[in-house]
């Protein structure tokens, strides 16, 4: 059983960064595949990032590839979401997920654990 927990969220101006932490307990974040969701208000969740617990292949949905990047903190047992160039439309709840396989997934009725999220507004 693994229980996870998101933080850094808050309030920032377009074009700021912001970084976005996922601590894993019960179980070693390095054997699991992680990955991000987003919701925003009246809107489904939707897909952001993963990456795989044993070769670290990354997969990014297209509105944040080449501004957000996923990376493991295994000393931390952590997962972090590095977000640059935030825009309005990147405003959602974030949400940390995990699955048990090693095969990156983008629909999150692949994953079993999920976090209760962690607000991101980013104002014009």
């Known amino acids: 059983q693994a229980r996870l927990e998101e933080s850094g969220g808050g309030l920032v101006k377009a074009g700021d960064s912001l970084r976005l932490a996922c601590v894993v307990s019960?179980?070693?974040?390095?054997?699991?595949?992680m990955a991000w969701f987003r919701q925003a208000p009246g809107k489904a969740r939707e897909f952001v990032a993963t990456?795989?617990?044993?070769?670290?292949?990354?997969v990014y949905s297209d509105s944040v590839k080449d501004r957000f990047t996923i990376s493991r903190d295994n000393a931390k047992n952590a997962v972090d979401l590095r977000m640059n160039s935030l825009k309005p439309e990147d405003t959602a709840t974030y949400y940390c997920?995990?699955?048990?396989?090693?095969?990156?997934?983008?629909?999150?009725?692949?994953?079993?654990?999920w976090g209760q999220g962690t607000r991101v507004t980013v104002s014009s």
């Open positions: 997920a995990a699955r048990t396989g090693n095969n990156v997934a983008t629909t999150d009725s692949s994953y079993t654990y």
């Open positions: 019960g179980r070693a974040s390095r054997t699991l595949t």
């Open positions: 990456i795989s617990w044993f070769d670290g292949n990354v």
